[in-house]
Structure formats: structure tokens, C-alpha cells
């Protein structure tokens, strides 16, 4: 991600496009402005959906040079690690909840192979847990919907949790990432409780012109 942690980047997620036609999906929302591509991906066992593997990300990698934002919803985050690494991947983002006393040695793994590590809390989850991974995280994802599919509805408290990360990482070099239910009448709100980084699927790729649409939530977001 670039330096300044509090620049907005839209980070479309490909869970909602048409897979057919992805690679044309992709450049649309680059196009329309976004400099992230947030890659949900899901096992069927950390949640109850189940999307793609690192073979994706290869194949995509040619695609765009936006950067390759994955998000490991998978119960052995550190089975994958390495294959999403090799596959083109910008950062890794893995689960407390899959991790729990080892999440630490993931995401210092994670940037031993020189990529950005993002640590991210589901919605029941105590953001406290944050705390002891501050200095070995680039960027913390709040979960702002159950993960497991696109197109929820967003979940209010997440707002409170959202300002308290903030809060509690404002002394470090931390991107915070909201990840579900965010739209163009949302988007503001969620970017003034504290977050610059912000995942839309169904608001991206779930409409009709995806370059405008994504340069509609840009400026939703960034108008002051
Ligand atoms: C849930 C996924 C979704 C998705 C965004 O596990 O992570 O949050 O990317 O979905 P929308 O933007 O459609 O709510
Ligand atoms: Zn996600």
C-alpha cells in the first residue's frame, strides 16, 4: 500500500463479478480508479462459501498491476501462505479467529517474504485482540458483515469498532480495511469513523458499469 495510511483506496472485491469474464472486470475497475483488488478467499470451512485458491490469483496477476489484496478466509491460513505469495499476491490477510495464539508468527511470516501482512477480526470478535500485533501489521481488516458472502447488509456496531482500531493503531504506519455492506450511501460514514481502505463487491462488480461505479464510491468517499 502507499505510505500515507490515511489515503482512501477503493478495493473492489471480485466475490460479486462475473467470472467469465474477469480479467475485463478487472481493468474496468482500474479504470474507474481503484488501486486495490480484494481477493475473498473462502474454504468452506472457516466459512460456509467456497471460492477460489492461488491458481486464481496466477492467472490474474497479468491482468492489472493494481495491488493484490488477499483475504484468507480459511482455517489453516498458514497452508496458504506461501502459495498465495508465489501466486502475485501484494498482501496476505489472515483471521484472528483462525490463528489465535499463532497469529503472530503469521503475519511476521508473511513479511519475511516481502509482502504487506493485514490482520483481520470478524464481527464478534473483541477488537482488542488487535493490540499485541500493531507493529507486525500494514493493515488491520474489520469485518463489517459475518464473512462468507457478498451482498450483506452492514453491520451498524461496526462503526465503534472501526474508530477504536483507529484509535488504538493512530501512533502506527496501519491501513484500516472495512470489508462488507459498504455503498454510496455508507461509504462516507465509514471512512469518517476511521477507515481509508474500503472493500466493495456488489457496489463494484455487482453493477452495470463497474468504471462508473467505482468512481461514483471514490467520490463518495472523498468528497469533503
Ligand atoms: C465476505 C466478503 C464480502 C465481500 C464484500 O466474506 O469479504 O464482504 O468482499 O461484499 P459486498 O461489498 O457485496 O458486501
Ligand atoms: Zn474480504
Known amino acids: 500500500m502507499a505510505q500515507d495510511k490515511r489515503e482512501f483506496k477503493l478495493a473492489p472485491s471480485i466475490l460479486s463479478s462475473d467470472f467469465s469474464i474477469l480479467g475485463q472486470q478487472i481493468k474496468e475497475a482500474e479504470k474507474g480508479g481503484a488501486k486495490v483488488l480484494h481477493i475473498d478467499v473462502m474454504d468452506g470451512r472457516f466459512v460456509p462459501n467456497f ?56 503475519l511476521e511470516y508473511i513479511r519475511s517474504l516481502g509482502i504487506k501482512a493485514g490482520l483481520s477480526i470478524s464481527p464478534d470478535t473483541p477488537v482488542e485482540v488487535i493490540a499485541p500485533y500493531k507493529d507486525k501489521v500494514d493493515m488491520v481488516l474489520i469485518m463489517s458483515v459475518y464473512p462468507g458472502f457478498g451482498g450483506q447488509k452492514f453491520i451498524p456496531k461496526s462503526l465503534e469498532r472501526i474508530a477504536a482500531v483507529r484509535e488504538m493503531t493512530k501512533d502506527y504506519d ?14 462516507k460514514t465509514v471512512v469518517d469513523a476511521g477507515a481509508n481502505v474500503i472493500v466493495a463487491g ?23
Open 51 to 106: 471460492t477460489f485458491g492461488a491458481l486464481l490469483v496466477k492467472t490474474i496477476r497479468k491482468c492489472s498491476d493494481m495491488f493484490y489484496d488477499c483475504h484468507l478466509m480459511v482455517e489453516r491460513p498458514y497452508d496458504f501462505i506461501d502459495a498465495f505469495y508465489k501466486a502475485g499476491a501484494d498482501n496476505i490477510t489472515v483471521h484472528y479467529e483462525a490463528l489465535g495464539d499463532e497469529t503472530g508468527k503469521a
Open 174 to 187: 496501519v491501513d484500516i480495511e472495512v470489508d462488507g455492506g459498504v455503498y454510496d450511501e455508507n461509504i
Open 202 to 224: 456488489s457496489a463494484v462488480f455487482g453493477k452495470e458499469n463497474i468504471a462508473q461505479a467505482a468512481k461514483a464510491l471514490i467520490e463518495a468517499a472523498t468528497n469533503e
